[in-house]
């Protein structure tokens, strides 16, 4: 009976040791893992330091390097700059910013004045000058302007198959004109969907619902060429009908002195706002400097102006070199003359 109890005991105490180096075993491999997993842990948050470190060293270096290239490009100057742009410019595109006159504009030997107005009385308030870059419809004509940092009035064309952009540009602006083609006396270079005299009501309402389509943010108009459209009374009558039921302002190029616009809007009690002094109708940028000149004293005499160009190289360059002249007056976007 004794032997059987100290066999049983035996018994009972290896199996009890046998558990002892099984848990002993288990805690060695926990222990192993979790020894495993904090080194792992620790060399893979090490590297993820490292990576940190070299992307912060790389984005440190580009940002130097941009702001190396960002003072080495301040020290030039507007006109070096723009030199740069125009150098740049894809050649389908380059003779939209080289020396060409504006004459386009005008079938006209003789460029039509400027409407009549009275002198104002002295005032406290800067005159206002606003100035308006017709035919504009690349990516270099639009940079080229926006790096003179001058609040200039672009006027995009439509879109066109040379042109088949220019509306994706405008929509990225916060503020645009559209220059809107209308027959003229005699041209032969016409712009796709001409409006013409000979147009229907219908068919001037549904261009002008697809100008405001391709440019939903328009809000004044001027025409391209236009001197047989503007100079008829019926056709003006039906393109300032579906502009004022739009709320589109018109603003009249008067690239002929017999429009008829001035009456138009008369009849349908709008103001009659119009182009006082045309920049380049000769490409030379002494010439175009001459017709700032002439602006600021429209302005300063009637308290507002309105001058058109283009974005010629020449224009771009005359309005840099002009900056000095502008201290007199207020340069203006075309919605804050009026």
Known sequence: M???KHNKSKAKSHFLTYIAWTLAFVTVILASLAIGYYVGFNDAQAQAKKQHSMKEKKRLALLQKLEDSNLKYDKKSVN????????STPPSSL??????????EYDVSKLAEPPVRKKIIATTQKPKLAIILDDVSVRSQVEAIKRLHLPLTMSFLPPSKARPNSAKLAKKE????VHLPMEAMSFTKEEPFTLRVDDSQS????RIQKVQE?????????NHTGSKFTSNERAVNKLIFELKRRNINFVDSRTIADTKVPKVMKNYGLK??????FLDHHSDKNYVKGQIKQAIRIAKEHGTAIAIGHPHKNTLLAISESKALFKDIELVLIDKVY
């Open 80 to 87: 070096d700059r723009l030199k740069e742009v125009l150098k």
């Open 2 to 4: 004794t032997k059987r």
């Open 174 to 177: 916060p503020f645009y004109m």
């Open 95 to 104: 003779k939209e910013v080289q020396n060409i006159d504006a004459t386009h």
């Open 203 to 206: 068919k001037i309402s549904k």
């Open 214 to 222: 391709l440019f939903p943010k328009v809000k004044y108009i001027n």
């Open 272 to 277: 009659y706002i119009s182009r006082d002094v």
